[in-house]
């Protein structure tokens, strides 16, 4: 933290998520304390705003700047299968028993710019599901879900991913899938026939289908334990019986009130069924 900037009371950061609350609608009262004040804090510096009263009248009188504030505030970051060994798991244990429906929705709740959705999307293709699956991948950032629905990641990460698709289990040849052009790695249309991209917000929206298996992956993490109870119960009302839960690797239904609900497929890979 630069010498100039003092460190945000609590009252601060409560004023200014109240402003946020009254102006645009987006409650983030209930995100962890903590990780929002470093955030906030490097927000005002990066803007070179000298106080919290400099950041509360940028935030009511520049709706652009909201935007960056959102992308902040909420922590976009993601990869192609990351954490490669949950990939490897739900590939050896819950895709068999999806196997046995007809047709099989998945929801990818807080998705960011999409790499974890085409990561899953690969996997089901070569699993020969990817036909029988819809796949609805939200997030609260409108700017991240235009990356996602493109489906053009940076041609440079494109060796990590390739690591990551191995480890994970992929059957196939990971460079078949996109197209590269220039510096951008274009992926393959085919994967992204079964993909509806829209925004819902965890916090305030409701359920709007049911799923057999929910991806809400490096989310609740940035949570307080009231509002990871609030969203797990969102999911168990979004599942279908028997359906699949992934969160991750920093998560857990800890704060769950209705916990034994589920049984824990791998606590490694933080998947879990909903079995009452
Ligand atoms: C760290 S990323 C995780 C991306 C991906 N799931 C992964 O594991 O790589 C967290 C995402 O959650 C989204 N998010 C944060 N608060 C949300 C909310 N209230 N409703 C929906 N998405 C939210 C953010 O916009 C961000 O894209």
């Given at each position: 933290m630069?010498r ?6 609590q009252?601060?950061l409560?004023a ?6 009254k ?5 983030f009262t209930q995100?962890a304390?903590?990780?929002m004040?470093?955030?906030?804090q490097?927000i005002m510096e990066?803007?070179g705003?000298p ?5 509360k009248?940028k935030?009511?009188?520049d709706e ?8 902040e ?5 993601t990869e192609?299968f990351?954490d490669p060994?949950?990939y490897?798991e739900?590939r ?11 047709s ?7 998705c960011?710019?999409?790499e ?6 690969i996997m089901?293709?070569e ?6 699956s819809?796949?609805y ?8 879900l235009?990356?996602a629905?493109?489906g053009?990641?940076?041609?440079r990460?494109m060796?990590?991913?390739t ?6 289990g992929?059957?196939g040849n990971f460079?078949?899938?996109?197209t590269a ?16 991209f829209?925004?819902?917000?965890l ?12 991806l ?7 949570f307080?334990?009231?509002?990871q109870?609030?969203v797990i119960?969102?999911f168990?009302e979004s599942?279908?019986p028997?359906?699949y839960?992934a969160?991750?690797?920093k998560?857990?239904l800890?704060f769950y009130?209705?916990?034994?609900r589920?049984e824990t ?9 909903l079995?009452?």
């Amino acid at each position: 933290m630069s010498r100039e900037h003092k460190e945000i009371s609590q009252e601060d950061l409560s004023a200014v998520l109240e402003l946020v609350q009254k102006r645009y609608g987006f409650d983030f009262t209930q995100y962890a304390r903590s990780s929002m004040k470093r955030r906030m804090q490097r927000i005002m510096e990066n803007f070179g705003l000298p106080s919290v009263f400099e950041l509360k009248h940028k935030l009511l009188n520049d709706e652009l700047f909201f935007e960056v504030f959102v992308e902040e505030i909420t922590v976009n970051v993601t990869e192609m299968f990351r954490d490669p060994f949950f990939y490897k798991e739900l590939r050896e244990k819950v895709i068999p028993q999806l196997e046995s429906y007809p047709s099989v929705k998945i929801w990818h709740a807080g998705c960011s710019s999409g790499e974890e959705v085409y990561s899953l999307a690969i996997m089901l293709h070569e699993c020969g599901l990817l036909e029988r699956s819809r796949i609805y991948a939200t997030d609260i950032n409108s700017q991240v879900l235009n990356r996602a629905r493109a489906g053009i990641f940076d041609l440079r990460h494109m060796k990590d991913y390739t690591l990551n698709y191995i480890a994970a289990g992929g059957t196939g040849n990971f460079s078949d899938y996109y197209t590269a052009k220039y510096d951008q790695a274009i992926f393959k249309k085919e994967l992204k026939e079964p993909m509806i991209f829209s925004i819902h917000n965890l916090v305030a929206d409701k359920s709007f289908n049911e799923f057999n298996l929910i991806l809400c992956r490096n989310v609740l993490i940035y949570f307080n334990e009231h509002l990871q109870n609030q969203v797990i119960s969102l999911f168990s009302e979004s599942l279908c019986p028997f359906g699949y839960l992934a969160l991750g690797s920093k998560e857990s239904l800890l704060f769950y009130h209705d916990r034994d609900r589920y049984e824990t497929i791998s606590r490694m890979s933080k998947l879990f069924k909903l079995v009452r």
